[in-house]
DNA sequence: CTCTCTGGTATTAAATTGGTATTAAAAATT
DNA sequence: AATTTTTAATACCAATTTAATACCAGAGAG
């Protein structure tokens, strides 16, 4: 099932004279290279049937189809029958978010050894909540993963995952980077909703972080999505307050 | 009450045309995306059935779920047979990550009143720190604002601003959004780096955003580009941490 | 277990898409 | 002037999309 979007033509009219030295097809096609590389059609990569170009333009659909094939010729177009013509190189900016890292593969983008400390692996039922946040049945299982993060050796972060088992059967069948392990599985992670925001240590956590009980810490709480939308993973962080994230945010041109 | 059960519709039923040339389905998934990023349908929540969407938009159940479909590509629905689809985004994912909005336009764009109390605005040298974030010769001038942020009525953030005043010449010459300003005056902002950390309030700030001194709060420096990547502005804002959530998108390249 | 919710899928018909053959008028070539 | 080529129209063919109906399968309540 494609989606391909024969949208509202978008399309200027012109008057086409047949009287000029040019040809009409000619005439068209130099109209429509105009619209396309400037950009205008960019929204809609899809163009209008053959047919309702023939009639706002006033000519015949023979007449449009040969403007098309020059345009295709140069590479500008491409065709499929049944469902129509498409914009072949939309200058369209590719969005670019932030990438989705685990902390493993962060942590030695910076330069900084990453060290794990097992806080505890379990298999439990999920709780109301995370059974929302991971849209499971109620009291269905999860696996539990609870880790202390260092940057060097520095307590950076408090990490809680969860992770349904039928994603992951065994939280002890892997050591390292569980992203990693995941797309071994053939759950790869493939996009996360992130949300920060700024919360006071609980006395537990503050003396696992080895900070003073109170201190500002970083609250993220993360939800991790496959390729079809299905939530895989839910985690809840504590990182030390002056640990850091970075975001980058872009204008659409 | 049961985690699965779908809830009171609050679907808006709309009129779709089979004679526009845009598709049903389209229609259809056009105006739950609307529903969806606007907020009026919330996270985590499920939609009525597809047989009950089909009644109330007049239209077969396949096309709803080819509407469904489209949106679950876009990150925005999962699924689960037998029990529903449920909703993954936050409405505001769409502001924060996919535009670069100033405050002003992301508090409309939810609906509230976003407020500003001046705390001061003026001109003067840049302190060695900003020339280097803003990669300005020493001493050079520039413009600093400073803005109570409100929403509704509450104390939600205080913002400094530091722009050059070969941007900026008139710290006074605007009053509502300062986007919208350096637009108008053709230095429209492309790009923004941001940083994020917890810190713990000074009592200054702590007592203009009416919270107890040592609260919790989000630090968030901001470097806001122009498209040929000259610095433009240079914001470091402290929000309170209980009361705004930073949502972040992240994908696999 | 059964009954009734939920989504999943196969089959079909109509409408829409591009593809092609035929034809004729106009323009360029000989 | 006769011939060929280019231009442009009409009519019909084939692939695809759209949207409907009918039936299948999982989930949950009793």
New interface residues.
Partial sequence: ?S?N?????GIEPIELSPSLPLPLYLQLAKHLRNQITSGKLAEYNAL?GERELAETFGVSRVTVRKALSSLTAEGLLNKRQGSGWFINNSPHVE??????TSFTEDMSSRGLQSGTVWLGRSISHAT?EE???L?L??REEVVRLNRLRLADTTPLAIELSVVPTKFLPDPFAFDGSLYQHLRNLGH?????????????LIPDLARQLELPE??????IER?T?LE????LEFVASH?R????????????T
């Fill in positions: 099932m989606i979007a024969p949208e509202a033509s209008p969005q670019r978010l932030s990438a989705l109301p059974a929302l946040a849209n049945r109620p790869a992670p493939h996009r996360a909703l992130q949300r920060l925001s700024a919360v006071r109170g201190a500002p810490a970083l609250y939800r999505f079809n939308g299905t939530p990182y307050g002056d640990a850091y994230d970075f975001v980058v945010e872009l204008t659409l």
